[in-house]
């Protein structure tokens, strides 16, 4: 199994492509969804979060307020690092643990939605591929803006703090433009799942980890043997 990365700047489309991804039965992990749950009332994470920003960030029925929360951070580098440190570790390892899962269950490979892969980098070393989804600059605005109920001025400063599209797409396999209609966004994406269905790099994968497995369990039970001989 391999892991393909996929990522793209705000509002260009990335769950459409999950989505289109999850259609095809190919296993995917959302990291926004692992973020909600993290973030879920009750939970660790959010517990950090309510002692340090306050019942603020919190809408009444005590789940996070998202938006709300994002208006906090993003002029404030320590607050903006400390909602990091709370959450990335327990985001990246909830994923982790759901791409072993899928292992284990015998996927070829996964797709990762991580929207900033490339900014954080943390990821990178786990992406056998990764994808980028794309759009013109003027969709991408008016999608935040809608989406967001951002003013123009809002999103402009929120689109500009990630890394520029062109330079992500100079650092991807794929990319995706989604500047059309949902029927060209499917057939780009289907064409790469052609592609990555007839990679070979899951077996070559397989066969290192099932040689490790090996290597351990042999390694194990020599241990044991020398131990048992040692006590005769």
Request: aromatic share 12%; hydrophobic share 40%; charged share 25%.
């Amino acid at each position: 199994m391999f892991i393909v990365g996929l990522t793209g700047g705000l509002a260009t489309g990335k769950s459409t492509v999950l989505s289109i991804f999850r259609e095809n039965g190919i296993a995917v992990i959302d990291a926004d969804e692992v973020a909600r749950k993290v973030l879920e009332p009750g939970t660790t994470a959010w517990q950090e979060l309510r002692n340090y920003f306050g019942d603020e960030v919190l809408s009444p029925d005590g789940k996070v307020n998202r938006l709300r929360l994002g208006e906090i951070v993003f002029d404030d580098i320590e607050k903006r690092k400390k909602l990091n440190a709370i959450t990335h570790p327990r985001i990246q390892s909830a994923m982790v643990k759901m791409a072993v899962s899928y292992f284990f269950t015998g996927h070829r490979y996964i797709v990762m939605e991580v929207p900033l892969l490339f900014e954080t980098g943390k990821m990178l070393t786990f992406m056998h591929k990764i994808i980028t989804v794309v759009c013109e600059d003027y969709q991408q605005l008016e999608r935040l803006c809608k989406r967001n109920d951002f003013s123009e001025y809002v999103a402009k400063k929120r689109i500009n703090c990630q890394m520029p599209l062109e330079h992500k797409v100079a650092k991807s396999h794929f990319v995706i433009d989604n500047s059309g209609n949902f029927f060209n966004t499917r057939k780009q994406t289907e064409s790469i799942i052609r592609t990555l269905k007839r990679s070979k790099f899951t077996w070559y994968f397989r066969v290192i980890f099932f040689i490790t497995f090996l290597s351990l369990l042999f390694g194990v039970a020599h241990m044991v043997n020398n131990f048992v001989s040692s006590r005769i």
